[in-house]
């Protein structure tokens, strides 16, 4: 049996929707012991494993590099294979639509995760490239985020999801990705690419 990932959907649904009059603190030591009992070991996403050991718990913090992918609507699609393809190849890509929940400020989510990022994945298409969206938002933000790291270290790491221009000030300081005509290969080489940098 794989290790069980809890997503923050997940947790929020454990801690804030169950036993509504136990007090926060004991739902979240329930959670660990029901889940080391059941499994011997408990992920929470982006924290870490907690993992009973003779007895003991044990806690290894998270190790999956944060990949925040920015794209518009209309390529969200093509984007959930990215996720998924990072998901299992031990990433933990970050998308708006798997992590953000109800009620959440998401501008000010978007932001914190953009920031909490070792990476940042923008998926250019013609779509993206020409329609005012939030996507270009979250890439300016990015880059803006970006002048924090060491010059020679990889934060962006544009792709292509089809034939398109990329923006003149990412190309011309940036390596980009062409996820087509082969999409195998295009990952591939992401992930690589992400591997290496990381």
């Known amino acids: ?114 920031e909490s990022a070792d990476f940042v994945v923008p998926c250019f298409s013609e779509v993206a490239t020409r329609k005012r969206s939030h996507f270009h938002r979250e890439l300016r933000y990015a880059l803006e985020w970006g002048q924090r790291f060491p010059l020679d270290s990889t934060f962006l790491a544009p792709v292509r999801l089809e034939p398109c221009r990329i923006p003149r000030r990412i190309q011309q300081q940036t390596q980009y990705v062409d996820l087509f005509p082969d999409w195998r290969a295009g990952l591939q080489k992401l992930r690589t690419t992400l591997i290496s940098a990381g």
């Open 1 to 114: 049996m794989g290790v069980r990932i809890l997503e923050e959907q997940d947790v929020h649904d454990l801690l804030f929707r169950s036993l509504p009059d136990l007090p926060l603190t004991q739902k979240l030591g329930l959670l660990l012991w029901d889940q080391l009992e059941v499994n011997g070991e408990l992920c929470l996403s982006g924290v870490g494993t907690f993992r009973l050991e003779q007895g003991k718990v044990c806690f290894y913090p998270w190790q999956r590099k944060r990949v925040f992918l920015a794209y518009t609507h209309e390529d969200q699609l093509r984007v959930k294979m990215i996720y998924r393809f990072l998901q299992n190849n031990g990433f933990d890509p970050w998308m708006d639509i798997a992590r953000l929940l109800p009620g959440q400020n998401w501008p000010r989510a978007i932001e914190r995760a953009i």
